[in-house]
Antibody, heavy 129, light 108 residues
């Protein structure tokens, strides 16, 4: 059974750095071409995609947050870590991590998927002094 | 950045009836479109990927269609557990992989 679990601080002060950890089970972060995304959802609002990382360490970021986000992974611990710097109250949200499934070959070319097939339950972060 | 627009914002439908939700992309995303269901207090759940392929375990009453910039999610006969918020997401080639603002499906 594939599961993902987010963990991190519940309350963060403005200007501080947030570090969130996603611990996965049921699949390996070394698995060829699977990945993990982070997504957030402010209270009562829509989902916002933040970043992803693949087993080959390829990363992608939301361009509006590019200078504040860093995603990394430690396959030996089955963990993906997201750091976000210079927190602001508008960053208050539920933060989700989710698995990106393996893509597919067409001839010799490999196509990545970028949707998420299994989600964690989320962790709520409040930014307040 | 590709902007995803969902309509309507809220849709009121009676149980057993058909619901049709729309999603429009600001530029073509091919068939790189997913639909998610989010029930209150829960994480999103993947319903459809590739615009029309149901995810594992998703009931056949859910179907997706469209390509390019216009997409539709249809629920053929609404069950009580289907009343939720639905999001579309494009994942065409390069980030950010934007979501729509959601459609809330209400009981009429």
């Amino acid at each position: 059974q594939v599961t993902l679990k987010e963990s991190g601080p519940v309350l963060v002060k403005p200007t501080e750095t947030l570090t969130l950890t996603c611990t996965v089970s049921g699949f390996s972060l070394n698995n060829a071409r699977m990945g993990v995304s982070w997504i957030r959802q402010p209270p009562g609002k829509a989902l916002e995609w933040l970043a992803h990382i693949f087993s080959n360490d390829e990363t992608g970021y939301n361009t509006s947050l590019l200078d504040r986000l860093t995603i990394s992974q430690d396959p030996s611990k089955s963990q993906v870590v997201l750091t976000m710097t210079n927190l602001d109250p508008v960053d208050t949200a539920t933060y989700y991590c989710a698995r990106i499934p393996s893509g597919y070959f067409v001839g010799s070319y490999y196509y990545y998927y970028y949707y998420m097939d299994v989600w964690g339950k989320g962790t709520t972060v409040t930014v307040s002094s | 950045e590709i902007v995803m627009t969902q309509s309507p914002a809220t849709l009121s439908v009676s149980p057993g009836e058909r619901a049709t939700l729309s999603c429009r992309a600001s530029q073509s995303v091919g068939s790189n479109l997913a639909w998610y269901q989010q029930r209150p207090g829960q994480a999103p759940r993947l319903l459809i990927y590739g615009a029309s392929t149901r995810a594992t375990g998703v009931p056949a009453r859910f179907s997706g269609s469209g390509s390019g910039t216009e997409f539709t999610l249809t629920i053929s006969s609404l069950q009580s557990e289907d009343f939720a918020v639905y999001y579309c997401q494009q994942y065409n080639y390069r980030p950010p992989y934007s979501f729509g603002q959601g459609t809330k499906l209400d009981i009429k």
